[in-house]
């Protein structure tokens, strides 16, 4: 890993540039094997699922986000070379931050980046380099990553919310779990809160009202609130993945996982299968058994010391409140001294709506990386 830590991976590498009031944000992927086809559509409709702006209840910042792909596509296909992308920033505020230049946001990472880099060469304006809008280009780059590994390896990845705040969409237990991730090619998470939906119709549609009311109830006190959430890695034909990705000791798959997705923006848990419930399980219960046949369960999340084991990888994420809310709350400002400030400007009323296609990428851009470095040393 660099010094500055802006590229994830170390064979399918993805690197992020940009600031949320900047001129652009974007990217570079690099390590992406030629003969791919792929055009900025592919990646289009991946950042649509992200952006903001496309209801009542994610950040109001009007933006395209429409990428251009810059290099490393020829006729259609990927060259091998770096391929290079852009997303313009149409819709900054940043008159919305000119308050908070001198002030530190109550859950944000002001007050940490104003000691590392320096106050008067912190980016106030929308949170600069910490903004949720660098997301978009890791689902950018992990767009390029999904292709490849849906078109040469058979992998498709998923996620969806499991509950949001206190409204739970899937129960805590195991075996929910397991039967919803058996049933993941089911999943239709292209509904407005990303609900995995393998209801009846009505119950479908009374889980989003139920959700929308709840969230209305949020907006409107000036509040946000968190969300939990689930990604899975499974294997289009007969859900088999390949065996054996990662590390058994430093570098475990399960251990990489989790950093990719600690790095996404408000994510402060990670479990790989059924994480912290498997301390009050007994081994009968968690280990799963093995017949000629595969597996009889998954409780491990598809990984066993470090290295995959053919079966559906998965996560569970937690995601904290938007910490920008406009309700008054106490800080300090950079002279030390107290103060109360309200955060203004357009947020997210739960930040884990957007999340989700994030995950999706960070899974992918891991998966495409432990791929190859399994290539290079095994095969």
Known sequence: MSLSANTFGNFFKLTSFGESHG???????????????????DIQQELDRRKPGTSKFVTQRKEDDKVEILSGVFNG????????????NTDQRSKDYSNIAEIFRP?????????????????YRGGGRASARETAVRVAGGA????????????????????????????DD???????????????????FFLPMPFAENAEKNIENLVENYLDGIRKQCNSVGANLSVAAF?????????????????????????????????????????????????????????????LSNHSGGILGGLSSGQTIWANLAVKPTPSIAMMRRSINIRNEAVEMRTTGRHDPCVGIRAVPVAEAMLALTLADAIMQDKAQCK
């Open 77 to 88: 296909k990927t060259t091998g070379t770096p391929i290079g992308f852009i997303i313009k």
């Open 107 to 123: 859950g944000h990472a002001d007050f940490t980046y104003a000691h590392k880099y320096g106050n008067e060469v912190r980016d």
């Open 235 to 295: 294997g289009v034909d007969n859900h088999k993945l390949p065996i054996g990705l990662g590390s058994p000791v430093f570098a475990k798959l399960d251990a990489v996982i989790a950093a990719a997705m600690m790095s996404i923006n408000a994510v402060k848990g990670v479990e790989i299968g059924d994480g912290f419930l498997s301390s009050q399980q007994l081994g009968s219960e968690h280990n799963d058994e093995i017949s000629p046949d595969g597996f």
């Open 23 to 41: 001129v652009a944000i974007g990217g570079v992927v690099d390590g992406c094997p030629p003969g791919l086809s792929l055009d900025e559509n």
């Open 144 to 171: 390029i990553a999904k292709k490849w590994l849906l078109e040469n390896y058979q992998i498709k990845i998923i996620a969806w919310i499991n509950s949001i705040g206190t409204i739970k969409i899937i129960n």
């Open 174 to 192: 195991a075996n929910s779990k397991q039967q919803l991730i058996e049933n993941v090619a089911k999943i239709d998470n292209k509904n407005l």
